[in-house]
């Protein structure tokens, strides 16, 4: 390396004096603790977005379903905490305390509230984009007899209780207000080293985000208009407008005058009326004046507007990755393309259990660090590289199932050899047992017992290793 290039690296590498001080925004427009700017239609953020997210959640059966079953995927999640680093005491003991406190790996748990009994509304925030819990803490003894500070539970603060966010500088979050819901309890500002801040696809410092039915909105409101318009068209069908037919070449075929043919023109309307109030069930003609009703077929009502509906329906799936349900609705799609929707489906359940994980773990922070927030509590200042990860698992595929097919194949290409403990794995997988000592056997053996093939690659690899040997 030349001197020239070893001076511009070294400029470049070693920095004598860092610039610590922020230059720039975050580019939200948050005023008087209301986030604005990043949603154009009123009717969609703050206490507006609340109601209309519950109502969609409460009435349409397509959004329910497909929140439902992502929901219920999520809650089937298994959680641990695992060391900061491993076979290092102090971390295994950080992870010990961990698992204690929220009932993982074994322990019965410290808190009121199971995790995920307390995960049922935490998943929330999905929908809507944001939900916080507050911290409650209690103080006890752990199983080996010393008095610790627990986490009780995430106490649960409804969206619609929300007032605005805390912040000095309009920027970085330090707490939330609610608003009072009941005069008898005035509630207090919610610090945010307090909370455990829960929010979808944030940028900058919208703590809102953007919830996973705000690409559904449209859709739903399309459908619900569609839907009345269609109730009204049945209605119709199912009462038609009666119309009063007057035969004037009869009334003067009888002689009548006007005002006697005024007269059966007005006996005749309130026929009718007392007819649609369900006060009279018959009419009674008069060869001057006779009945007929005005509706159209009720195809008119019912093709069009269910075709929107189904569309509707179809963009909802779409936008919560929910499609393949629809596959056994319809005379088009394969179980390979149902299970390419389902694995996408799974992907974005485990980034949305990474997203709550890591809210839990890391440093304390404003809004996330809860368990770095006990371990300071519990064993003071500690290096954040101990702490202990919350991790996750059962939402992956099962890789095993996936690949039995192809282990015949592997083992007589001679790309994978049986062995017992290729055995013992899928023996605990399928929950089999253990393998006997007399059903033990060598990788020849077992190679041998898998086919003329098998057997043939079993005797060159034994001529193989004699010649080697």
Not at 35 to 59: F, H
Not at 235 to 250: C, G, L, M, N, Q
Request: glycine share 8%; charged share 25%.
């Amino acid at each position: 390396m030349s001197h020239k290039e070893h001076e511009t690296d070294k400029a470049y590498i070693k920095a004598p004096r860092p610039r610590f001080v922020s230059k720039g925004i975050s580019g939200t427009s948050l005023s008087g603790g209301v986030i604005s700017g990043k949603e154009r239609n009123p009717q969609l953020y703050g206490r507006a977005w609340v109601d209309a997210c519950e109502e969609m959640l409460r009435t349409d059966p397509v959004v329910m379903r497909s929140w439902s079953m992502l929901k219920g995927t999520l809650l089937s999640a298994s959680w641990y905490f695992e060391p900061g680093i491993k076979n290092n005491p102090a971390s295994e003991e950080y992870a010990r305390y961990a698992n204690e406190a929220f009932g993982f790996d074994g322990y019965s748990g410290q808190m009121s509230k199971s995790f995920e009994e307390q995960l049922s509304y935490l998943w929330d925030f999905i929908p809507l984009g944001y939900r916080y819990a507050e911290e409650i803490y209690r103080v006890g003894l752990d199983s080996e007899g010393r008095q610790r500070i627990w986490l009780d539970h995430f106490a649960d603060r409804e969206p619609s209780a929300h007032l605005k966010w805390l912040s000095r500088d309009n920027e970085h979050l330090d707490g939330v207000m609610q608003q009072s819901i009941n005069i008898k309890h005035q509630p207090e500002p919610i610090p945010s080293n307090k909370l455990l801040l829960l929010t979808l696809n944030q940028t900058g410092s919208n703590f809102e985000g953007v919830g996973l039915m705000r690409a559904c909105y449209f859709w739903w409101r399309q459908k619900q208009r569609t839907a009345n318009l269609m109730s009204i068209g049945v209605d119709r069908w199912a009462v038609p407008t009666p119309k009063v037919v007057i035969d004037r070449a009869e009334a003067d075929a009888q002689g009548l005058s006007q005002a006697d043919l005024s007269e059966i023109i007005d006996e005749a309307e309130q026929q009718v009326a007392a007819f649609l109030s369900a006060e009279q069930s018959y009419l009674v003609e008069s060869p001057v004046v006779k009945f007929e009703s005005y509706s159209e077929s009720p195809t008119l009502y019912s093709q069009g507007p269910i075709g929107v509906i189904q569309l509707a329906n179809q963009e909802i799936s779409q936008a919560t990755l929910t499609q393949f349900i629809n596959l056994g609705t319809t005379d088009t799609g394969s179980r390979a393309v149902g299970e390419v929707h389902e694995n996408v489906f799974r992907r974005s359940c485990i980034n949305l259990c990474d997203r709550l994980a890591s809210q839990i773990s890391g440093r304390a922070r404003a809004g996330g660090g809860t368990m770095a927030r006990l371990i300071r509590f519990n064993y003071g200042a500690v290096d954040p590289s101990l702490l202990p990860r919350l991790r996750h698992e059962n939402l992956d595929s099962d890789e095993l199932a996936e690949s039995m097919g192809q282990l015949a194949p592997l083992v007589q290409s001679g790309l994978l050899t049986p062995t017992d403990e290729i055995e013992r794995s899928i023996r605990a997988r399928i929950g089999a047992g253990d393998l006997p000592e007399e059903a033990q056997r060598s990788a020849f053996e077992r190679a041998a017992s898998g086919g003329p093939s098998a057997a043939a690659l079993a005797e060159r690899l034994i001529q193989r290793r004699k010649r080697n040997g």
